[in-house]
Every structure is written in structure tokens, then in C-alpha cells.
């Protein structure tokens, strides 16, 4: 069992930066995938970033590519997701997720979620 509690978020202008954190609870955090997905008011949750267990492997959106930055610290049991350059078609809740071994792009292929955490970016 894993539990994702998530940090960060908030109301920010255009072309600012955010960061959201992911803390891991168990001691098999290395062992899981990590990805952040978002949902926009009134659209379908859609993938954002992911990350490999062992961090040598990102995958991004071509909507957040060069802007955002996925991360983890496995000594930390936390993933990341670097925001920069914000732009109001980002306002979302942003939701991390773990996936057993290896990544995915599809969110009901990840077996557990944080709790969502509002991102809102003013023009």
C-alpha cells in the first residue's frame, strides 16, 4: 500500500513558477513509477508528466514540454513537478500517481493517487 499526500499549488499570475510535491508513504517508494496528471474544469483528467522508478526516464505532454520539470527524491520518498512559465490554460487540479515498475501515459493504469491539489493561473 502507498499513500500520496500532496504539497503546493495555489493562485499565481502568467508566466509564474510553482512547484507541487508528492510525498510517499512505505519504504518501497523506488520501486514505483510516479506521474502527475491534471483536470481542467469541465475537461477529462490527462496526463502531464512521468517519471521512471529510477529517475533516469521522463516523459512529458507537448502542452508542458519545456516548461515543466518532473523529479523525485527516492532517499525522500517524494516526486516533484516544477511549474515554470505558467500559463492560465494550466489552471487545473494536479494529481500524482504511482504505477508498480514502469511508467505509463494512462492514468487508470496507475494503481494509487494523491488527494488533487488546485492550481489556478490568472492571465
Known amino acids: 500500500q502507498v499513500q500520496l499526500v500532496q504539497s503546493g499549488g495555489g493562485l499565481v499570475q502568467a508566466g509564474d513558477s510553482l512547484r507541487l510535491s508528492c510525498a510517499a508513504s512505505?519504504?518501497?517508494?523506488?520501486?514505483?513509477?510516479m506521474g502527475w496528471f491534471r483536470q481542467p474544469p469541465g475537461k477529462e483528467r490527462e496526463f502531464v508528466a512521468a517519471?521512471?522508478?529510477?529517475?533516469?526516464?521522463?516523459y512529458y505532454a507537448d502542452s508542458v514540454k519545456g516548461r515543466f520539470t518532473i523529479s523525485r527524491n527516492n532517499a525522500k520518498n517524494t516526486v516533484y513537478l516544477q511549474m515554470d512559465s505558467l500559463k492560465p490554460e494550466d489552471t487545473a487540479v494536479y494529481y500524482c500517481?504511482?504505477?508498480?515498475?514502469?511508467?505509463?501515459?494512462?492514468?487508470?493504469?496507475?494503481?494509487?493517487w494523491g488527494q488533487g491539489t488546485q492550481v489556478t493561473v490568472s492571465s
Open positions: 517519471i521512471s522508478w529510477s529517475g533516469d526516464s521522463t
Open positions: 500517481a504511482a504505477r508498480y515498475y514502469s511508467s505509463t501515459f494512462y492514468a487508470e493504469q496507475y494503481d494509487y
Open positions: 512505505g519504504r518501497t517508494f523506488s520501486s514505483y513509477a
